[in-house]
Each structure stands twice: as structure tokens, then as C-alpha cells.
């Protein structure tokens, strides 16, 4: 086995055979591996979507979206905070759709000793933007488990306008260990554009 990787990395492989005492045979070619995305997240924790393709969910994260399309939430390269990718959460025509991304398993007894650091930017200029912070129990039932924690007013007066917000989890007694965000429908073919998420401790863990 090898040990001391890192979790979602690419590695270039190359083996040879030990033939004899100072004797190898020729490299084989490479081998490109690909590690595991992290079962439990380590704090501090930062996410600037970088290690994501563009068009695609983002990289160890999970998502849903109620829609039929299964086009969101995706990484994009425009509008973003910092560097040259974010995420995108989407709605469509119908009034029901939801959107939403969740964090791996963060390794803490409980996220109320946690906080949430984010940038957000709005695709509007619209005063009913609301972005709800929460956790989720169940990854494979993320609206399911949804709990909401706190919910973050995005309305700024000129479109695509980037601020930071920060969260506090102390309030929340529950046992989930993934973080979620989540946007309800607002109007047609709105977005909101997270980037530069930072999960960190609050205080000293429970």
C-alpha cells in the first residue's frame, strides 16, 4: 500500500522490476492515478473551486437540483472572487426549484463549534435573494435532510457585486456533519455565485 497521499490528487505512477543487485529493467509507462475525494474534512477548511472543472459539479462536493436539468449547481469561470473559478447555483421557470451544494463529513463532534466564511454575489439586482446556510445528514438525501441554520440576504443594488459573509453554527444543536447551501427559487433564470469558502472553528470544539 502507499501511504501519505493526498486526497483528491493526480499522481504519474512509474514502476520498474528489481532484477538483481543494481539491476532494474526499463520504466514502464506511467500510470496517471487519481486519488479519493476525503471521507471526514479537516479545519480549517478552504474552498476556492480551483481543483474544479469548469461545467461540472464541484470537485468532493454533493449537489441537488430539483429541476429536471441535471446542468446545476456547476463551476464556472465567470463571475468569480479570487482566481479563475466558482460555483454557480441556479433556478429555472418553475417556482418549486431548489439548488443546492453540501460539504463532505466535516470532522468535528458537532458544527456548532464551527463557522462559515463565504463570498457571494447575486446575478441581480433583487431584494428577495436569500441564500439559507444549514447542515445535512444524509448526502444521498440532501433536500431530504436539509436543516436550515441561518438564512443570508444577498440583495445588493447593482448586479454581480461580491461580498463576504460569516455564519455562526452555535446555534445549531442537531448531529448533521455536512454543511449545505441552499437557494430557493426567486424569479426566472436567477443565479448566486459562491467562492472562497472557509469552514473553520468558531471556539474550541465540544
Same mark, same amino acid.
Given at each position: 500500500?502507499?501511504?501519505?497521499?493526498?486526497?483528491?490528487?493526480?499522481?504519474?505512477?512509474?514502476?520498474?522490476?528489481?532484477? $538483481?543487485?543494481?539491476?532494474?529493467?526499463?520504466?514502464?509507462?506511467?500510470? @496517471?492515478?487519481?486519488?479519493?475525494?476525503?471521507?471526514?474534512?479537516?479545519?480549517?477548511?478552504?474552498?476556492?473551486?480551483?481543483?474544479?472543472?469548469?461545467?461540472? *459539479?464541484?470537485?468532493?462536493?454533493?449537489?441537488?437540483?430539483?429541476?429536471?436539468?441535471?446542468?446545476?449547481?456547476? @463551476?464556472?469561470?465567470?463571475?468569480?472572487?479570487?482566481?479563475?473559478?466558482?460555483?454557480?447555483?441556479?433556478?429555472? *421557470?418553475?417556482?418549486?426549484?431548489?439548488?443546492?451544494?453540501?460539504?463532505?463529513?466535516?470532522?468535528?463532534?458537532?458544527? !456548532? !463549534?464551527?463557522?462559515?466564511?463565504?463570498?457571494?454575489?447575486?446575478? %441581480?439586482?433583487?431584494?428577495?435573494?436569500?441564500?439559507?446556510?444549514?447542515? %445535512?445528514?444524509?448526502?444521498? *438525501?440532501?433536500?431530504?435532510?436539509?436543516?436550515?441554520?441561518?438564512?443570508?440576504?444577498?440583495?445588493?443594488?447593482?448586479?454581480?457585486?461580491?461580498?463576504?459573509?460569516?455564519?455562526?453554527?452555535?446555534?445549531?444543536? $442537531?448531529?448533521?456533519?455536512?454543511?449545505?447551501?441552499?437557494? *430557493?427559487?426567486?424569479?426566472?433564470?436567477?443565479?448566486?455565485?459562491?467562492?472562497?469558502?472557509?469552514?473553520?472553528?468558531?471556539?474550541?470544539?465540544?
Amino acid at each position: 500500500d502507499v501511504v501519505g497521499l493526498n486526497y483528491n490528487t493526480i499522481y504519474y505512477l512509474y514502476a520498474r522490476a528489481i532484477c $538483481g543487485e543494481n539491476s532494474y529493467s526499463e520504466w514502464a509507462p506511467y500510470q @496517471v492515478v487519481t486519488t479519493d475525494c476525503y471521507q471526514l474534512i479537516k479545519l480549517p477548511y478552504n474552498e476556492d473551486f480551483e481543483e474544479s472543472s469548469a461545467n461540472s *459539479n464541484p470537485t468532493c462536493w454533493n449537489s441537488y437540483y430539483s429541476a429536471t436539468s441535471t446542468a446545476f449547481p456547476k @463551476v464556472v469561470t465567470t463571475p468569480v472572487n479570487s482566481g479563475t473559478k466558482a460555483v454557480q447555483l441556479k433556478n429555472t *421557470n418553475a417556482t418549486t426549484t431548489v439548488s443546492y451544494i453540501a460539504t463532505a463529513e466535516i470532522d468535528v463532534e458537532r458544527l !456548532s !463549534s464551527c463557522r462559515v466564511k463565504f463570498y457571494a454575489c447575486p446575478s %441581480v439586482a433583487k431584494k428577495n435573494i436569500v441564500l439559507s446556510v444549514g447542515a %445535512v445528514s444524509d448526502i444521498n *438525501n440532501i433536500s431530504g435532510t436539509f436543516e436550515e441554520i441561518e438564512t443570508v440576504n444577498l440583495y445588493k443594488t447593482t448586479a454581480k457585486v461580491w461580498e463576504e459573509y460569516i455564519v455562526s453554527l452555535k446555534k445549531y444543536q $442537531g448531529t448533521a456533519k455536512h454543511i449545505a447551501f441552499k437557494m *430557493n427559487y426567486i424569479t426566472a433564470s436567477t443565479y448566486v455565485y459562491l467562492d472562497d469558502i472557509t469552514v473553520e472553528f468558531e471556539k474550541a470544539c465540544y
